[in-house]
């Protein structure tokens, strides 16, 4: 029975999955696109089935560092173990309706506002990146720069209040030389993602199945 | 009823066309026929990296992101390629005898990540350094995966990262910037233009859009699989052929974009 | 940023090596200010907005717009101006503009669970208060999983995927669906977008003919340029700057006019800085008394 624990069983079940699915995208034969739903869904529903597995990695990862006392990371993990009780458990009432007071009120006041401080966060790094990495050290960076600030001068009003030239050569390098690297990068990919797909069907490429 | 669907026949026959290339290529591989690769700058920057962590005693921190999916949606392959980036610095790791650290943001995930370190540092022969901790789930929720990812990465004060996969645009700046502020060298990848243009303001290496795809087939360091990359070339130069081809014919005025949409 | 000299600094180098924190306090400083004194500068309007408006201007009272809100309330800096300026053109503009003639709203979230929040807070109040009524004027079927092969599998079959609506509803008891099977019965469809959303769309439904808008975050943009330029997406509101256009076009100027003046404050700080650490560098690189390495 060592077969079974091979690595073939695993590659050869990928192969027959992703080609049904492939070819059902092309084909209008009803069956063939019936068994690549199928197939889709009952990967929805696994990867729903390892969320387990995650709930188990990061209690086991928190309450390690809790009782190891890690240093730094300790007080964090008390508040996650807390919050994350309290979240599940209330969610378990009113399921349905998503209505329990506890859980609407964790959601609203500690999710929902930390969710979008994270969003605002952005900004500042934004500023931090551009002042630190935005330097003509070559002929290549100061194409970047220069690129950079008609773009920023073009999105901002004040770059049209400045000169009304700013937004014309703003467009002019997201509407041109920006559209086609974009362009090259995404055929590029395509490409690329056919082939690794290729390479994954094939059996080459076994990283999913732990190499 | 055609038995292909309209609008799609097109895209498959293109698609016929690069799998018949890739395996011709892989093929040719096989009976000995590699074509040289040039390496990528990225995958020296991991060996790099990887020594600093050795020299500074601090653990290497790799992700691959969240990216909107987990691997069995359309994200996988990026997870894919990560995860075989993720491989090759577990292996150096070992060697060195740095702590490689993996924060996932699906679960799916966690045996997939488990298994490529545990594999990789059992094939050095220290099999007794891999530590549970060394593959964590963080969350499925994108914002809540970047912040544990940024404060874990702070609080361990990593020596490198790799952010390797699937990564948002708005992820890639917000798991980037700290690791600039704590001094950790950062090596990034994703296809994902926007990303792209995020990654290179912080990290020290990029793997541009395809080239992450390569990424994963230099980490397999099977020639075998770097032979696709000529498959790859192949397709491209029909494909710029055919620019200059539709370009004159569009000029002359016939409608060869219509051919693209059957 | 590794161990730093004993040496006392030039101000050339301070200027070059300035704490990060600082920007941040100058980044606070040059947003709250224009909320306190607003600058007043006139917005132009781009391409990309007009052709969105004009898009949905043009489109017969009946037609089906299929909404996808694929974002969720930490994107609401961004797209939230955008949403809000097109649910007042939907419910209230539109009608106005054609002798009381309503477009059918099918809404859903394919990107993103928390859209159903979004819908909550920003879709169906505006709805209900233009009165629209729901099941004849709009439908709203939740989040759907499954990303771009749910979307992928929704064009060519919607009854299949939209079964129900959110509040359980069997599609074909649902007015406004009625007819509605697969993409040639859709107009276009709009996607408020914090996740990659429109790429599907435009591969799956422009890819079919159907015209797809967005109302994206901002580093999307340049990718959605692309798609823009090509024909594939008919129309861009591009963050608050979008937001803000639209909201002038709609003629209820919101909180994306009100944030515009920040976006030109905030870009000219960066510019600043960005001057003053090439002063730094170029001080330290040329002038002789400045102890270059």
Known sequence: MSWIRGKDVPVGIVFICGLIVTVAYFINVPAVVGVSEAIQTWAVVIAGFAIGLGVVNMVVFHSDSIRKRASGQWPYSVVFLVIFVAQTVSGFFDLAALKNPVYVWLYSNIFSPLAEAMYAILGFFIVSAAYRAMRVRN?????????????????????????????????????????????AIFIGTGIGTILLGLRILLGYERGYIGG | MSILVPGRITGLVVMAIIVVLGIWALERAKRGKVR???????????????????????PFFHTTGHGGGGLYTARGPQHMAGIAILGYIARLCAKLGVKAVSLTAFPELIPVTEDTIR???????????????MVRFLSSYALAFKQGYIGQLTREKAGAASLCGAIWPSDALHMSEPGVIIGAMQIGGAIDTDTLSMLALTCDYVFLGEELYAAGAFASENPTQLSVMFASDIVKIGLVLLMIFGFILSSAGVKIAQLFTI | MGTESKKPRSVWERLEHMDPRISYWLLIFVIVVPFLRPLGLPISISKETQSFYNTLDALRPGSVVLFDISSGPAAYGEIGPGSIA????????????????????????????????????????RLEKAGFQYGADYAWFGFIAGGETMVARLADSIPSLLRNDFFGTTIDKLPVMKGVS?????????????????????????????????????????????????GEVFGIIGSSRGGAELELLVGKPGVGVATTDTLSTSHLLVIILIIVVHIGLLARKYLPSTGKR
């Open chain 3, 86 to 125: 097109m649910m007042e053109y939907v419910t209230v503009v539109y009608p106005g503009r054609h002798e009381g003639g309503r477009l059918r709203i099918a809404i859903v979230s394919g990107g993103e669970a928390e859209g159903a929040i979004m819908y909550e807070a920003y879709a169906r109040p």
């Open chain 1, 139 to 183: 002929i290549e960076t100061a194409f970047v720069l220069v690129s950079g600030l008609l773009v920023m001068l073009t999105n901002a009003p004040i770059g049209a209040a400045i000169w009304e030239g700013f937004p014309i050569l703003g467009k002019w390098i997201l509407d041109v030389p920006t559209t086609a690297g974009n362009r």
């Open chain 2, 36 to 58: 040289a690769v040039r390496e990528l700058a990225g995958m020296a920057g991991l060996r790099i990296a990887a020594g600093r962590c050795a020299e500074m005693g601090r």
């Open chain 3, 182 to 230: 697969n993409y040639k019965d859709v107009s276009v469809v709009i996607v408020w977008d914090s996740v990659d959303a429109t790429a599907w769309y435009v591969r799956h439904w422009g890819a079919k003919g159907v015209r797809v808008g967005t109302v994206c975050v901002a580093v999307e943009i340049p990718a959605y340029i692309t798609f823009y330029r090509s």
């Open chain 2, 119 to 133: 594999m990789a540092y059992l094939g050095e022969g220290k099999a007794d350094q891999v530590k549970p901790d």
